[in-house]
């Protein structure tokens, strides 16, 4: 991308075209050249030719072109106009697409041979918009990704398809940024899409309000310096549930092993007290370490106990805040409405009066 950046926004020199970046060099090509002049635009539009006059009669009537010194003023304009057109695209291509232009006079025969060249024809124009539209199917916003990079990517590709001929409508790129986020903004996509606004929503607008909400979410974050999971924020799904239950099964195993393993520890040291009694053992009364593990060991299971039980509690609890964040933001963007429609109200209010 810096290589198409090289000359910077520029408004005194054209982009360039290296032969990669063809949309790219379009759009800005045309805003320039529009700039430079709009009758320099229409050359490319309309077309231009060298000026000629008809002479002769009858069948000996015929059309040559005139001598400059016979050129009116519209005609010097308009050959002019032609010429900044060429001369802009003349400078904005590198010599390999210099050559396939060097011979045209008129801007829009230069124009046209570059668009054939790069765009193709009409089969070819309309399975690059297939591989387009294939492309915006199947884009997602990645985890790490901002939703400021992801609009870039998606007007990415409306720009392309629109300097195909084939211009994407606003509200089905309104549908597919709400369907193709990532898990951070669910709450945020629930809410918009139980107002029912999502129609009436413009591209701008959508980003707008997302980028409000990821602000916000960031902002949330550092305040209690901690990075938010997925998790505290959705239900368990099945496949948790079914690990849980695996994990429940794993404690009730070892709780059971560590039963029968003390019951036979015991044992053991029943017969082994009479052992140690025969042969005087001074340290009888000293605590038995096994045992002391044994202990810790169950305090331990009791303790894992109770946190997997504040940890499905606290999962509920955030279940039941997701449904209250859905229904906070779906009263925020109602009193957003209703406050635009009282500043429309207003603005005619003034109007009127005026």
Known sequence: ??????????????????????SYWKARMHAYIRALDERA????????????????EGAARKEILKDDFEWTD??????????????????????DQFRRISACQSTQEAWKILELHFEGTESVRLSKLQMLTTQFELLRMHEEETILQYEVKIRDIANQAAALGDKIPENRLVRKVLRSLSSKFKVKVIAIEEHKIVDAMSMDELIGSLKTFEMNEEARESFTGRKKTDIAFKSVTSDEKED??????????FVAFTAKYKDNYMIEKKHSKAYVSELDYENESDVD?????????????????EL??????????NEHYVKVIAENQLRVLTLEDEL??????VSQFYSDEK
């Open 244 to 253: 849980n239950s695996e994990s429940e099964n794993e404690d009730c195993n």
């Open 1 to 22: 991308m810096a290589d198409l950046m090289k000359e910077g926004a520029s408004n005194t020199r054209p982009p360039l075209l290296d032969g990669t970046n063809y």
């Open 289 to 305: 370490p096994v045992e002391d593990i044994l202990k810790q060991w169950e305090g331990l299971l009791v303790v894992t106990q």
């Open 308 to 317: 997997k039980m504040k940890i499905t509690s606290q999962e509920k609890e």
């Open 74 to 95: 519209e005609n010097d304009k308009l050959s002019s106009c032609n010429a900044k057109a060429l001369n802009a695209i003349f400078g904005g291509v590198d010599v």
């Open 340 to 345: 635009r429609k009282s500043h429309e109200l």
């Open 41 to 56: 635009w229409k050359s490319i539009e309309k077309g231009w030719k060298l000026p000629t006059k008809v002479v002769g």
